[in-house]
């Protein structure tokens, strides 16, 4: 863990400091950070006089998860207040139920999964570094897409879960692909509030589920 005391001297604007700092945690291609979690304290000055600080947090999200954020600022602010921190369940308190509900579902998945054959993605020869991040941006009507999601009797997640299955289809030649899908994993009585990775990765075969949503 880092510790990082800074103080904003009046030409720099708030915001562009805090988004060097949230910079200042990175991950290299093969994989090293400077730090899992960094806590950065800034102090500024109000036009008043008055002395202000604010806390900017940086994670890798190997160590969280979404409920884990608001859990981990509601603990910070009580902490700060009352300055007597709540005993919370800790991640290696649940992580033996963790490694015990894997090892029980080795036999289920290997049962599920028989009969299924992998076809991975094409590599692609290309003189660009190994990881490049691309993007597009294109328009969609919200209500077209809900209308068509409430006819097929699906959710909105489950039409762009389908689109990609269209898209990797396409690239291996296959209609049965199969990826991840990453949800939940607090399903431990008494450790609903841990912070920490608390997700589960479930396989999502597409050529049942959405075989009728793109004929």
């Not at 060097?20 to 994989?31: L, N, P």
């Not at 902490?79 to 090892?103: G, K, N, S």
Request: proline share 5%; aromatic share 10%.
């Amino acid at each position: 863990m880092i510790w990082i005391e800074a103080f904003l001297h009046p030409e720099e604007s708030l915001e562009v400091k805090l988004e060097t700092i949230s910079k200042s945690m990175s991950v290299s291609e093969h994989g090293t950070l400077t730090s899992p979690l960094a806590f950065h304290l800034v102090e500024h000055q109000e036009d008043t006089g008055i002395n202000k600080y604010s806390l900017a947090i940086a994670m890798h999200h190997a160590i969280y998860d979404g409920v884990s954020v608001a859990a981990l600022l509601d603990e910070l602010q009580r902490a700060y207040r009352t300055h007597q921190p709540t005993r919370l369940p800790q991640f290696y308190d649940v992580l033996p139920f963790i490694l015990q509900e894997e090892r029980q579902g080795v036999s289920f998945w290997v049962q599920y999964l028989q009969g299924f054959h992998p076809a991975p993605l094409p590599l692609v020869e290309s003189a660009q570094p190994s990881s490049v991040i691309s993007s597009r941006r294109f328009k969609l009507d919200h209500h077209v897409l809900k209308r068509a999601a409430s006819d097929a009797g699906v959710t909105l997640q489950c039409l762009g879960q389908a689109a990609w299955s269209k898209v990797i289809s396409s690239k291996v030649s296959v209609r049965d692909i199969m990826f991840g899908h990453v949800v939940s994993g607090r399903s431990f009585p008494g450790y609903e509030d841990v912070i920490g990775p608390m997700l589960v990765c479930l396989q999502v075969s597409a050529g049942d589920i959405y075989a009728d949503l793109f004929m």
